[in-house]
């Protein structure tokens, strides 16, 4: 089975962006893909909140994902949209929101990031996610063509607990659309993407986004296909574009097999606090 991950280099303008996305999908469709991902913010990518507060909607009425639910319809491809920035949370915050739209276009699921980027960084960039954005609440699975879907999204990777519910619900494959910036990318990316993979004996797929960006930010791009035992499948290094990976679905059951470490999963009670 042939999946598709489109590496981007997402811009200020909404527009743009769509335009991209749509030829993506259609690129996807054309190559025999099933399904396609792509990465966190594919619709706007702007740390720059004044110039971006002009182009941001309410789901319902987001151009972006109007557009590339025609797309998906029209191409019959199945669309993992990695996320977009949407109004409509608590306190008038944002979501950064992902979706599984299905081959008529239709949205099968919705998941809102849950652990949010509050970080400086030794290279003087700060980064405060929780700023503008509410934090999402609920774990979230879809059926899709390629297995049990498990959403995730960019900084969530450094929570294992997540992906531990995730799989617990049966998930097979993990979608980690993100956006992650040069030195985590360099230091920790590969590492725990493969990471995700071995313990649950499950596919990782990993939309990025690369390179220099309108926004001013450098983004760490190696889009990246996991296997079950994790070995790379692809990683598209930093180039902008679509790539295709073959995934073999029974290799998850036969990994498991070999080394059932799912099965052997128990609860852990807490420690006590200091």
Same mark, same amino acid.
């Given at each position: 089975?042939k999946i ?47 110039? !971006?507060?002009? +182009?941001l909607?309410?789901? $319902? ?9 025609? %797309? /998906?319809?029209? *191409? ?18 944002l ?8 081959n ?45 879907l ?23 494959m993990l ?11 360099? !230091?920790?990316? +590969?590492?725990?993407?493969? $990471? ?9 797929? %990993? /939309?990025?986004? *690369? ?7 450098d983004?760490?791009g ?10 790379i ?39 006590p606090?200091?």
């Open positions: 089975m598709a991950l489109y590496q981007a280099q997402s811009g200020i303008d909404p527009a743009r962006n769509a335009k991209d996305l749509i030829a993506a999908i259609e690129q996807a469709s054309a190559g025999g893909a099933v399904m396609l991902f792509t990465p966190e913010m594919s619709g706007l990518l702007d740390r720059d909140r004044a110039r !971006a507060e002009v +182009h909607r309410d789901e $319902a009425n987001d151009p972006v994902l109007a557009a590339v639910r025609e %797309a /998906a319809g029209r *191409t019959h491809l199945w669309l993992h949209l990695g996320s977009l920035a949407l109004r409509g949370g608590p306190d008038g915050k979501v950064n929101r992902g979706f599984v739209i299905d008529q276009g239709q949205i099968r699921a919705r998941y809102d990031k849950i652990h949010l980027f509050d970080v400086d960084l030794p290279t003087g960039e700060s980064w405060r996610e929780s700023a503008a954005y509410a934090s999402g609440a609920q774990p979230v699975v879809a059926d899709t063509p390629v297995g049990r498990g959403l995730s999204i960019c900084y969530d990777l450094r929570f294992p607990d997540l992906y531990r519910s995730l799989t617990d619900a049966g998930a097979t979608a980690v659309p993100a956006a992650f910036t040069v030195p985590t990318g360099q !230091a920790h990316w +590969h590492i725990l993407l493969r $990471a995700r993979a071995i313990e649950a004996g499950v596919f990782v797929v %990993a /939309a990025a986004q *690369t390179g220099h960006h309108a926004d001013g930010r983004t760490f190696h889009s990246l296909v996991v296997d079950p035992w994790g070995t499948l692809l990683d598209m290094e930093t180039g902008q574009g679509v790539g295709f990976a073959e995934i073999e679905l029974d290799r998850v059951t036969e990994v498991r097999r070999r080394l059932p470490a799912i099965e052997h999963r128990r609860p852990i009670a807490p420690l606090s200091k």
